[in-house]
């Protein structure tokens, strides 16, 4: 089964746009008409599968599974390669795993004694039950319970994990326990009168909370305080969900509409009408594009959206990270004291100032708020000299200073130039301009309205404060030791002939602020390893064709060699028995079609329906020594398999620590060696 394959479905495909309100449109809709009613859905993807009475259903209303009593509960594996369903009557259930594209019966988990809720770990890992008291996780390819922990006697009836697999929320009918999910303790507890939905943010920094009486509840999830509650949204409510960017909440309201709130600017609330919908939610096709989902009796509609605001927030903030990243670094040649005079509190407050307003500008006229429309002039105040300027686009106004015998050239406005615009985004989420020139062709003068100073920024994220500037300083002359070990390994690469200038291998440290499990802010070393080879090397220094051991690759050796350099070395203070490390492999393949399968001896290992991430999406991909390799999926797996492997033989080190390794796998759509390789990235968790 290969499960990175997606099968073609009939549809009936809508360009006309459905009745919507606000500014979003409806690009393109997608219709799969339903003989039989849909209860519950799940989806894997962009497919989805839905329940009726005592049997399943895939999107074409094929049946998928039969049962002996009523379906409760589905929940499809986030991998997509199983699901799960809850069924039975009052308190005799039970919990059936099926392979999801497989007519072979499904497999019930012994040992649950009262089970009244499932969900599956974001890594697809674990099924988590909840069962007479007890959240069960348990391994979803071999059924045994891997860990519990108690909850107490209530039957919750949901249960929901977020994306990062640190919280489980637990729903009940007057409450939601959130727990941390690794150490099995309550982190809080939130008096609910009858949840309808509850939802993570795809960051998984805050967690939503919709009630039947029409309030929405935002909170954080680093301390579960408060961040924005919603009332009155609607008569009936039901399927909270958000959007990837985060900065709109969805559910549905009153059986008539999915409902959008911008949780930035709460008079912004397009909708979507559909008669008769029970359930939404975004999903996204293998090409990642992303559609609302909707179900009705009789129809599962997917539809295009266009026009939500955008998050420039979340846009600026990760851009100015990048920026402040690279700025933050020692240079080469630049002494400690240089550097700490270049470097210091002031400086990085002023430089991410300075970032900011170069990002929040550059959204602004990309935007199209450069063209200000219709410019009115306003009030004038001859005492002061102040003159209100209307710029239209929805930016606030701006005041100039204006003396009393210029103003009769000024006219209606109209002939003014403006040049030199630099803008902010505010905490709603929408741009005002802090700087402006204004030219007067009339009188041919130039007016300046500056506003730089005094803007608040406690809305983005700061947390640079959390990393002293020894700590920097120390992150600093390891990246450059770093360097020094790269620029050694390659030159005795090049002196071998192992490789040439074609090669170019990148080491990049950077200090990431975060919140583990606990709530407790901590700080993670990362060390990015990549390289590139150009076309013309790229033949004979990395992966031939078909080939993925590291051994065919000179520039993966080289970059291995680096990676064993800097443990002997600078990574020596992080190797703490226990202390855990994410190692993030990428494993590249180019678009050469695998015509015949690929001998695999097995000296890797076999890998049966393995959780990895293929261009962005999590999915398994097995490999045996029977079957070979028959794809470039495959082939870029077993390339990122291979790393791992010299990884373990080069670093006995990494016996002593918690590590985990995270598999993704990218396919490129040209062809070509250069697409043939592979990448590293460190991330020692809450090193400082």
Known sequence: MRRYKYFLLTMSIILASPSVTGQIMVDKMMKYGQNIKPELIDNYRYSIYFTNNKKAYNLKGYEIASLGNKIQAIKVNPAGYSYAMLWGKKNKTKVTINALNSNISGREIKGLVSPSAICYSPDSRHLIVADKGNIKLIDSKTLVLHRNFAIGDDMPSELVVSDNGYYIAVVYENRVDVYNLN????????????????????????????GVNGKLEIYSTADFKPIKKCEDIASTTSHLFFHPEENYAGFVADGNRVQFINLHDLSDQPSVYETGVSDARFVFDNHNNMYLASVTDTNIRYRELTGFSQNYILLINKKVEALMSEWIKMRPGETEVEYRQRVNEESISRQRELFVRQESSKLALTAGLGNFGMVTLGRYNPSDGTLIISLGNNLPDIY????????????????????????????EN????????????????????????????????????????????????????????????????????????????????????????????????????????????????????????????????????????????????????????????????????????????????????????????????????????????????????????????????????????RHNIEVAKEKGAQFRKISVSLEFIDAF
């Open 183 to 210: 150490a099995g303790t309550l982190r809080q507890s939130f008096p609910v009168s009858v949840p309808t939905s509850v939802a993570f943010t795809a960051s998984s920094e805050c967690i939503g909370l919709l």
């Open 400 to 427: 100039l200073k204006v003396p009393v015998e210029d103003m009769p050239g000024f006219g209606d406005g109209n002939n003014l130039q403006f040049s030199n615009q630099v803008y902010m985004v505010t905490q």
């Open 430 to 661: 929408t741009f005002k301009l802090i700087y402006v020139e204004v030219f007067n062709p009339t009188n041919g003068k130039t007016y300046i309205f500056d506003n730089l100073d005094g803007q608040n920024l406690d809305f983005l994220n700061t947390d640079d404060g959390f990393v002293s500037l020894d700590l920097i300083l120390q992150s600093s002359r390891q990246d450059v030791i770093l360097q020094d070990i790269k620029d050694r390994i390659m030159e005795e690469a090049r002196a071998a002939n192992r490789i040439s200038d074609h090669t170019k291998l990148n080491v990049d440290t950077r200090i990431e602020v975060g919140v583990d499990a606990t709530g407790r802010r901590i700080r993670n070393y990362v060390v990015d390893f990549a390289y590139e080879v150009d076309a013309e090397g790229s033949a004979t220094e990395d992966f031939p064709p078909g080939k993925y051991r590291v051994e065919d690759s000179h520039a993966a050796e080289s970059m291995l060699q680096i990676i064993r350099q800097a443990f002997i070395s600078e990574f020596a203070n992080y190797i703490v028995p226990g202390k855990e490390l994410i190692i993030h492999i990428t494993g590249s393949a180019d678009a050469m079609p695998v015509n015949r399968a690929i001998s695999y001896d097995g000296f890797l290992g076999e890998f049966d329906e393995e959780p990895c991430k293929v261009n962005g999406a999590l999915t398994t991909i097995s490999v045996n020594h029977n079957s070979g390799i028959q794809s470039n999926e495959e082939l870029g797996f077993m390339r990122a398999q291979a790393v791992q492997k010299k990884m373990s033989e080069l670093l006995p080190e990494l016996a002593t620590m918690n590590v985990g390794y």
